[in-house]
């Protein structure tokens, strides 16, 4: 018999009941919720006279549609936000489960308190009402996202029902080079297979640069998983991973840590698992990367230039016409002359301590060159270690808005938004029309190289910019 995938481990540890068509029934370790997929889920429920399963192993939080300015107390003016964001205070609380509001330290984007909190363990089933749940993947847990009638079908029986995906590896071979960080991978990666390219799979990041990659670096290859189209992201477990998650407040201790760390041994990739995908990328040949369109995979290394409609073929000709048109660029533009008007450090993607200190580096002694600039942690924990490490001090004096967590301009169901026509270098992880915005124009990128960007107003090359550690 073959070896196992990561995936088929987890996979096989959660199964309670597989029926002849393939559809099975998976038993979830973890629930996260937030305000705008589960409101009609606790209705259901209700409704039915139901409880929640396993209040303790659900986690709630807001995060979309929160204000991050600083006076929060004065509540929220959109109705259909402020009506979310009510629903999840009432049904955390009438239902009994764990709850970070907004007037908590610990609240934040539900994918970064999660792992913060010591919630997402390895080999974990993780699941959440929302897209970029796969950034749990990081931890060599098994997390995707469900639809609302899922999350329904999750907080009833606390079990859920899946098909099993394929197993595809994507290979990160070598070193990166400086200035090259975990977002400028994935973005390479998207480029290379297209957003449809992981469709159908579960992908196991691996290779010598993954290795290399701390928790939050991780996290940020996982997140975007989903973007290369894939059910979820995974990496193998390992020391880097043990040492993060140990000592955090619901981290298992003593000797269930002991217990669960024989577990977390196994689960790697056996030698002679089955793939029935693999793509292998150099480190050594991934450069700072940016998007210049309105897909992810529309990613180039800064150094290129605006590429034409006439490079693609298919139906893609007819969707670059259109990104080019919306993105008001114009082919054959050095992508490093193109002027920006906003920058936005966070999102889920990179709103972490690791991110704020990559920007930080960026920007220390130095003015932004651009309309406005923000920075909003990923958890109000960030925002406070942030804090005392000196960090929101440069990017104050640099000119920067400093902000308080929540998801804020990575999407704009809260009063962060772009105005038409608006430029923005965000280290989020969707360039949609309209994703911050209506008519507002994403470019994406790392926190470094937003921050480069901050200072000089235009997408710029994080390598022509002196910082203490690419020197
Ligand atoms: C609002 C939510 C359902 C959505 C998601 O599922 O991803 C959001 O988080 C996003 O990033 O677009
Ligand atoms: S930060 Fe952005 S991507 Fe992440 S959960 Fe919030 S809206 Fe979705």
Redesign the pocket.
Known sequence: MAGKTLYDKIWDAHLVDESEDGSSLLYIDRHLVHE??SPQAFEGLRMAGRTVRAPGQTIAVPD?NVPTWEDRAKGIENEESRIQVEALDTNAKEFGIHYYPVSDVRQGIVHIIGPEQGWTLPGMTVVC????TATHGAFGALAH?IGTSEVEHVLATQTLIQQKSKNMKVEITGQLLPGVTAKDIVLSIIARTGTAGGTGYVIEYCGEAIRALSMEGRMTICNMAIEGGARAGLIAPDETTYEYVKGRPHAPKAAQWEAAMSWWKTLFSDDDAQWDKVVTLKGEEIAPTVTWGTSPEDALPITATVPSPDDFTGGKVAAVKRALDYMGLTAGTPLNEIEIDTVFIGSCTNGRIEDLRAAAAILKGKKIAVKRAMVVPGSGLVRAQAEEEGLADIFKEAGFEWRMAG?SM??A?NPDQLAPGERCAATS??NFEGRQGRGGRTHLMSPAMAAAAAISGRLTDVREITAPELV
């Open positions: 705008v997929t979309h009402g929302d897209s970029h996202g998801c990575c999407l169901m992880n969707r």
